[in-house]
């Protein structure tokens, strides 16, 4: 028979406190518990910045290729006069030059009927990386312009252009090198672009242009 002294009191077992091992385990198994869930949280965070990423870049993408599509289809050939009153071809096109492409293209709305042509002139063009777009308020120029470019696809490594001819044939410019008569050149059949992006690599494009019908002759500038 135990004898308890007067200052001791019996603890029953099933009372007792957690052994300095049994803690040290549920510490370590909580902490390994709150490591796998940070790296969970952090992965789903760090997919959906990279989703957001992609997203805004192909929504850049695809606003461009719209609207450069809707330019190449309503291209006319219709020179113009530039500010120094020489004659430019309805569409010209250079991918070594800084202004890529520079054409005329109809279809421009008037909604509120104002005193104006429907014909529009617009120029791409390739700065510090990024495809920017203009336009002229007037078709022929009677001085210097300042032109006010918006940027449409960023990041770029380059842009490379080919036009097909009326044989059927791709060159690098337009008007092709062969063009010595003098008289505005038609527009090209088609055109093929290809964007360079830096971070997604080449992205083709095939347009077909509107052309003019064999014998019909092309609009020219006022005189």
């Not at 001791?8 to 009372?15: E, F, G, I, K, M």
């Not at 990423?53 to 929504?59: H, M, N, P």
């Not at 104006?116 to 336009?135: C, I, K, P, T």
Request: net charge positive; charged share 20%.
């Amino acid at each position: 028979m135990m004898v308890l002294k007067p200052h001791q009191r019996l603890v029953p077992a099933s009372s007792a406190g957690f052994t300095l091992l049994e803690v040290l385990v549920a510490v370590s198994i909580f902490g390994l518990i709150a490591i796998m869930a940070y790296s969970g949280l952090s992965g789903v965070l760090r997919t959906r910045e990279v989703t957001k990423i992609v997203a805004t870049r192909l929504a850049e993408l695809e606003s461009a290729i719209m609207i450069l599509s809707r330019d190449l289809s309503q291209a006319t050939n219709r020179p113009v006069r530039d500010e120094f009153g020489d004659t430019q071809n309805a569409f010209i096109g250079n991918d070594s030059s800084p202004v890529l492409l520079q054409f005329t293209r109809g279809g421009v709305g008037n909604p509120l009927n104002l005193t104006r042509s429907h014909l529009r002139r617009v120029a791409y063009f390739l700065e510090d990386g990024n495809l920017q777009r203009a336009s002229w308020p007037r078709l022929d120029r009677s001085g210097e312009v300042k032109l006010e470019r918006v940027d449409l696809i960023k990041n770029l490594e380059s842009v490379k252009l080919r036009f097909m001819t009326m044989n059927h044939l791709y060159v690098t410019q337009w008007p092709p090198r062969q063009n010595q008569s003098g008289k505005p050149a038609a527009l090209p059949l088609g055109l093929e672009i290809t964007l360079e992006l830096k971070d997604w690599g080449p992205v083709i494009r095939l347009y077909r242009l509107p052309g003019i019908l064999p014998g019909s002759q092309p609009g020219t500038p006022p005189g």
